[in-house]
C-alpha cells in the first residue's frame, strides 16, 4: 500500500546543475502534479498532468519540466539548477472520475538544496 | 498573488481547548474548500473537505464553516490534542471545472501547537 512515492527524498545540487524527481503512484489515479512549498506561502503548483502523455503549466512553471510517459509516473525535472529552486517538492495524484476526485493524495516529499 | 489567504501563522492551544483557522478567498469561482493536515516530514494529507452548497460540514472533532457571501471559511478542532499538533493548510480549487480540481491553490498554513 505505497501510495505516492518519491525519490529521492534528499539531494544537494550545484547551481547549474541538473536533476530529475520521479514519482510512482500505484493507484491508477488519471491526475498527476507536482508542488513545491516554501515557508510562509504554502504549496504552490508547478505543473500538472491529466493523462498519460499530456501536461501542463501550473503556477510557477519557470525552470522545471515534466513528462508522463507512463500512467503511474510523474517525472520533475531542473535542466540548470538555481539556488530559488531550493525547496520541497511534493508530488501529488487524484482520480478524475467518482466520489472521490477531489481528493489529492501527496507523496512524503523531496527536500532540494541548490547551493 | 495570494488568492488564498490564512491566519493566524502560528496558534497556541491548551489540550482540550478549541483551535479556530481562518481562510479567505478572492476567487468567486472557487467551488472546492479542502484543509490538509501535515506532520514534520510528511506531505499533506486531506482532513476535511466542503463544497459552498453547504454552510458547516463536521466530521468528528473537526468542523469546517464556510461563508459564502463574506468568502470565508475556517476549520475548527474541538477538544484539541497534543497529536493534532501540526501545520494545517486551507486550500481552494474550482472542483466543478473537469480538469481543474486537482490545482489547488493553498493558504500560507498555520501551526499548531497543542500543549498538554
Known amino acids: 500500500n505505497a501510495g505516492v512515492t518519491q525519490t529521492p527524498k534528499f539531494r544537494v545540487l550545484k547551481t547549474g546543475q541538473s536533476m530529475t524527481l520521479l514519482c510512482a503512484q500505484d493507484?491508477?489515479?488519471?491526475?498527476m502534479y507536482w508542488y513545491r512549498q516554501d515557508p510562509g506561502m504554502g504549496l504552490r503548483l508547478i505543473h500538472y498532468?491529466?493523462?498519460?502523455?499530456?501536461?501542463a503549466k501550473g503556477e510557477v512553471p519557470d525552470g522545471y519540466n515534466v513528462s508522463r510517459l507512463k500512467k503511474q509516473n510523474f517525472l520533475l525535472g531542473l535542466e540548470s539548477a538555481a539556488p530559488s529552486q531550493t525547496s520541497v517538492y511534493f508530488c501529488?495524484?487524484?482520480?478524475?472520475?467518482?466520489?472521490?476526485?477531489?481528493?489529492?493524495?501527496f507523496g512524503e516529499g523531496s527536500w532540494l538544496t541548490v547551493v | 498573488q495570494q488568492q488564498v489567504k490564512q491566519s493566524p501563522q502560528s496558534l497556541i492551544v491548551q489540550k482540550g481547548g478549541i483551535s479556530i483557522i481562518n481562510c479567505a478567498y478572492e476567487?468567486?469561482?472557487?467551488?472546492?474548500f479542502p484543509w490538509y493536515q501535515q506532520f514534520p516530514g510528511k506531505g499533506p494529507a486531506l482532513l476535511i473537505a466542503?463544497?459552498?452548497?453547504?454552510s458547516e460540514k463536521k466530521e468528528g472533532r473537526f468542523t469546517i464553516s464556510f461563508n459564502k457571501s463574506a468568502k470565508q471559511f475556517s476549520l475548527h478542532i474541538m477538544d484539541s490534542q497534543p497529536g493534532d499538533s501540526a501545520t494545517y493548510f486551507c486550500?481552494?480549487?474550482?472542483?466543478?471545472?473537469?480538469?481543474?480540481?486537482?490545482?489547488?491553490?493553498f493558504g500560507q498554513g498555520t501551526i499548531l501547537t497543542v500543549h498538554p
Open positions: 466542503i463544497r459552498p452548497d453547504v
Open positions: 498532468s491529466v493523462g498519460e502523455g499530456t501536461t
Open positions: 501529488a495524484s487524484s482520480y478524475s472520475i467518482g466520489h472521490d476526485r477531489g481528493s489529492i493524495y
Open positions: 486550500a481552494a480549487s474550482i472542483y466543478a471545472g473537469g480538469t481543474s480540481y486537482g490545482k489547488l491553490t
Open positions: 493507484m491508477n489515479h488519471e491526475y
Open positions: 476567487n468567486t469561482a472557487f467551488d472546492y
